[in-house]
């Protein structure tokens, strides 16, 4: 299916090297869009560049700072002279450490990829349009991570929360000159930025979402591929989940939901761990 809006239009997708950037990437090129793939990894990127096929281009550059942002948007103004769409999707997981674990460095690390870096994005996206006169839409990678919470991957769990955040305000922003902002949540997804340990944990919870199984790559890389088409002329300010119902249910991370956990198993560690320290306090008393 050719959705309307792409074709001969040029896109800056973040976190290209990634599974959805990738998948992002690959069904751009397959609507005609012209891309340019970013990553830290400057080598990932020319590598998607070179096998997504199509007009692509793959810059380095670390989204985190400004000099970053600029890096990108002056390439793709070098390779295409505009940019219609923006794919705002480089992120980073970070640690399951205890909330009391969480080191600051970790916080900041996260909160600089995942948040910092979609609002400079923004930021940039809403500059060049100013600049030239034009509009186009904008997507960013959220997560159902942002519309719930659990008990782990709290800076995670917490950049996302400002991600949807962010795409309110910005949707609020460039609705009047005909800027779209919306956000993918993406659900039950396994992808390398989570490791083998947590994507063999998401396979393993997908069994119990309502459709039973993990999403696809492609599957989000289509929604996003709606979202910037011109197909959603009419749809800004949204956060849509991919995530076969699973954040509808609600029961599919420990600490999100009741229903399908063993709590005396899921709280052990937990319990354990403060019952230790309170019997060595009881001890120094």
């Known amino acids: 299916m050719t959705l309307r809006g792409l074709a001969g239009r040029t896109a800056v997708v973040t976190g290209a090297a990634g599974g959805l950037g990738r998948a992002t990437v690959e ?35 670390d989204v985190t700072t400004e000099t970053g942002v600029d890096t990108y948007m002056r390439a ?27 080191t600051v460095e970790e916080w900041e690390q996260v909160m600089a990829v995942n948040l910092r870096g979609p609002f400079l994005g923004v930021r940039a996206a809403f ?16 997560s159902i991570a942002g519309l719930r919470g ?40 396994p992808t390398p930025i989570f490791g083998e340990a947590g994507m063999a944990d998401m396979r393993r919870r997908a069994g119990t979402s309502p459709l039973r199984r993990a999403g696809r790559p492609d599957e989000v ?25 699973a954040s509808v249910q609600n029961t599919n991370r420990r600490g999100g939901g009741a229903g399908l956990w063993d709590v005396s198993v ?9 019952r230790a320290a309170a019997a060595e306090q009881e001890t120094t008393r």
């Open 27 to 61: 069904r751009l090129v397959e609507e005609g869009v012209k891309v340019v793939a970013v990553d830290l990894d400057e080598a990932a990127a020319k590598e998607v560049a070179s096998s997504a096929g199509g007009d692509v281009v793959g810059v380095g550059a």
């Open 76 to 102: 793709a103004l070098d390779a295409f002279g505009q940019v219609d769409l923006h794919h705002l999707n480089a992120g980073i997981a970070g640690s399951l450490a205890d909330l009391v674990d969480v």
């Open 127 to 142: 500059r060049h349009y100013l600049e030239r006169g034009g509009v186009g839409s904008i997507v960013v990678t959220a």
């Open 150 to 189: 659990s008990n782990d991957l709290l800076a995670y769990t917490t950049s996302k929360h400002g991600t949807v955040g962010l795409v309110h305000g910005a949707a609020v922003y460039g609705g009047p000159i005909g800027v779209r902002v919306n956000a993918v949540a993406p659900g039950i997804v």
């Open 221 to 245: 890389a289509a929604t996003v591929a709606f979202l910037l088409s011109d197909e959603s002329s009419y749809v800004t300010g949204e956060v849509f989940s991919v995530d076969g119902g």
């Open 266 to 274: 899921t709280d052990e560690a937990l319990l354990a761990r403060h």
